[in-house]
């Protein structure tokens, strides 16, 4: 069974830095990969989408990159704002479900 | 392009007693998800729909819950009767297809036992 995992469970940094979010999995045949933001109170909001055969994303002031083999992705969030602080999940899709971290909040100190 | 829409947004009910959630997914999405998500846990697949057919609900407690998808199109989730671990925020998903495609999500129906 495919199990993902989010590290760090928390961060806090101050407004403008640069930072990256974690997320490792256990079973390297998947689909794609996504990553989601979730406000407190609010659904998920998907941000980035890497499939399999692919190497990064970039959606503005992310990058998302994925390594298959390694089962790692990162999620990079360039000269962070407080508009940014939020839940970011991933979720990995095994072409029969998507198996989801428990997350990273995230809180940019203005 | 209209969004996942879920209803009620917010319940609150007493334990033993019923509820039912109700959502309609992006238009010509055949895959239809409802995840159960925990405070501090990530989503929990509940039950998987491709058209109104059932891919996966391995993970739902079929003794309390019941989902239906008529005709393809909205889907509704029902909890009879309500335990308080029941409390979490039901999510409802969509997608083109179950694998390769984004997945969007619905704003969630928050479930309070009480």
């Known amino acids: 069974k495919q199990e993902v995992t989010q590290i760090p469970a928390a961060l806090s940094v101050p407004e403008g830095e640069n930072l990256v979010l974690n997320c490792s999995f256990t079973d390297s045949a998947i689909y794609n990969l996504q990553w989601f933001r979730q406000d407190p109170g609010k659904g998920l909001t998907s941000l980035l989408l890497?499939?399999?055969?692919?190497r990064e994303q970039t959606s503005g002031r992310l990058n998302a990159s994925l390594d298959k083999s390694s089962g790692r992705s990162t999620l990079y969030i360039a000269a962070s704002q407080p508009g940014d602080s939020a839940t970011y999940l991933c979720a990995v899709n095994t072409g029969n479900q998507f198996y989801f971290g428990t997350g990273t909040s995230l809180t940019v100190i203005p | 392009e209209a969004g996942v829409a879920q209803s009620p947004r917010y319940k609150i009910i007493e334990k033993r007693q019923s509820v039912a959630f109700w959502c309609n997914p992006i238009?010509?999405?055949?895959?239809l998800y409802w995840y159960q998500q925990i405070l501090g846990q990530g989503p929990k697949l509940l039950i998987q729909f491709q058209n109104n057919g059932v891919v996966d609900d391995s993970q739902l407690p079929k003794d309390r819950f019941s989902a239906e998808r008529l005709k393809g199109v909205d889907s509704t989730l029902k909890i009879q009767p309500a335990k308080l671990e029941d409390s979490a925020v039901y999510l409802c998903?969509?997608?083109?297809?179950?694998?390769?495609?984004?997945?969007?999500f619905g704003e969630g129906s928050w479930l309070t036992v009480v």
């Open positions: 890497i499939q399999s055969s692919q």
């Open positions: 238009s010509g999405h055949a895959t």
């Open positions: 998903a969509s997608s083109v297809t179950g694998s390769g495609n984004t997945i969007y």
